[in-house]
């Protein structure tokens, strides 16, 4: 049993202060206002605590990434970003061949088996070749039922989420197979008009991939997939806030029109994250690092971000005004409801001890997962 007390703690919409959060096991057993009831173990004085972070997209970090569909560099890219607070992720495949896909496929379900990534996101290969960001052009195709179902049976239920863009041959179709398999279609990398946006939700569609990222643009007489998924409550919108992806402004501006119940902070971070500048690779294509942004070699192509689900949240609150609690929503409640985790995203009894101490300036202290501290660790204990 630990004890955690003495600091603020974020529940639910409020922020508790004094609070204290008891842990047994794997598992939170208690979190109260006031006093910790009996002997505090680690005393947070002006620290904060909140539920670990979920990222529903990231490709990488650590100089260690998932779309090699190694194991061992897989889990050094968890670790990493373990150790920034995020204790829950959708390791994110990028566009590959087929083969490839299912070997890569086959090897991380093994680490979702070792509780190291709660599933897969395949972003991709039923792409836009319009919208393609940092995908390789020559691997897309349009979406075919037999190769959809192959992905998912290899899958074995580990493959939480897909992104398509569902104006391509196929693509409601698929879908429809996504859904009936219990993941989560998401629509990204999509040229769609308006229209076709709103077919892919009334198909089962429910998560805005990188929204307004690698999708057209709002126009106010083709208001395009930003407003069809915009305007439809059952989507949960990624969003990432690097400052760089997307002006701070709109990011707020989102948040505000939305709520942010259906925002969630996505890193999309590749394996440059915690590394520095550099020349990496992302699934077959060369991306050069520089000043902290990730462009494909030889172009201004955005590939990805070296952001941390730590740094995120701090921002979202610095520069986008969310309230603690709002931030929280974003980071953790929301993203853990949009893939169907049901066990984290918020620090209450019975859920798994996931959570994230946060000093005064609201940098990472120290992280637990599953009951255990992780990574570096600042907090003295
Ligand atoms: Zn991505």
Request: proline fraction near 5%.
């Amino acid at each position: 049993v630990t004890v955690i007390g003495g600091g603020r703690v974020v529940v639910g919409d409020e922020v508790w202060d004094p609070a204290w959060v008891r842990v047994e096991g794997d598992r939170v057993s208690g979190v109260g206002a006031g006093a910790a009831p009996g002997r505090v173990d680690v005393d947070l004085g002006d620290r904060l605590v909140v539920p670990g972070f979920v990222d529903m997209h990231v490709h990488g970090g650590g100089g260690a990434g998932f779309p090699t569909g190694n194991a061992d560099e897989a889990a050094r890219a968890v670790a990493f970003h373990r150790s920034h607070g995020t204790t829950t992720m959708l390791a994110s495949l990028v566009t590959a061949a087929s083969p490839d896909l299912e070997r890569h496929v086959r090897v991380l379900t093994d680490l979702v088996d070792d509780g190291l990534l709660a599933g897969l996101h395949l972003e991709g290969p039923w792409l836009s070749p319009v919208r393609r960001g940092a995908h390789d052009a020559a691997l897309l195709r349009a979406p075919d039922s037999a190769e959809v179902s192959r992905l998912l049976s290899v899958g074995r239920g580990c493959v939480r989420m897909i992104t398509l863009a569902p104006e391509l041959d196929g693509a409601r179709r698929a879908i429809g197979q996504i859904v009936d398999a219990g993941a989560v279609a998401a629509v990204g990398h999509t040229d769609a008009t308006y229209e076709l946006a709103r077919a892919a939700v009334d198909a089962g569609a429910t998560v805005a991939t990188h929204l307004f990222n690698a999708m057209r643009p709002l126009h106010h007489r083709e208001p395009g997939p930003v407003v069809a998924l915009g305007e439809r409550p059952e989507v949960t919108v990624e969003l990432i806030a690097d400052g760089l992806h997307v002006h701070p402004a709109l990011l707020r501006a989102v948040m505000v029109a939305l709520g942010h119940g259906r925002v969630a902070l996505v890193t999309d971070a590749m394996a440059a994250a915690g590394v520095g500048d550099g020349e990496y690779r992302l699934g077959g294509l060369e991306v050069r690092v520089r000043g902290g942004v990730a462009r494909l070699a030889g172009g201004d192509t955005i590939a990805g971000s070296t952001l941390t689900m730590g740094v995120a949240f701090r921002r979202a609150v610095r520069e986008c005004g969310a309230t603690l609690p709002e931030a929280v929503r974003m980071a953790s409640s929301t993203p853990a409801r949009a893939i169907g985790l049901t066990d984290v995203g918020e620090l209450s009894p019975g859920r798994r001890a996931d959570l994230v101490v946060l000093d005064a300036d609201l940098a990472v202290a120290a992280v637990m997962s599953a009951g255990a501290w992780v990574g570096p660790a600042s907090l003295d204990r």
